[in-house]
């Protein structure tokens, strides 16, 4: 999402909702953001908020948009791998 455009933490986890993926808790989201910001993939940067302090806005960093291109092309097997677990649970409906 962060590819899309820069965001903060509830904004995306509005979007991660929205788009039926999960509903990931602030725990789970904020831990995951100052990883991405740790290892270099994401850049924070600070804007003012509507309704209270700053909020912390991230972007995706060059280094991230690469390691996103490289999973990004290991996800159809990934998935391929997935489903071929999960085709004897279908089955058995």
């Known amino acids: 999402m962060l590819r899309e455009r820069a965001d903060h933490g509830y904004g995306l986890a509005q979007r991660l909702a929205t788009a039926g993926v999960a ?11 100052l990883r991405l910001e740790e ?4 850049v924070p940067s600070r804007a003012p908020s509507e309704s209270g302090p700053h909020r912390k806005y991230y972007e995706i960093a060059p280094a991230g948009r690469s390691v996103l291109d490289e999973q990004a092309a290991q996800w159809p097997r990934f998935r391929d791998g997935v489903d071929t677990l ?5 089955e058995a409906r």
């Open 23 to 33: 509903d990931v808790p602030g725990g789970t989201l904020y831990p995951a953001l």
């Open 86 to 90: 999960l085709d004897p649970v279908r």
């Open 39 to 42: 290892q270099g993939l994401a």
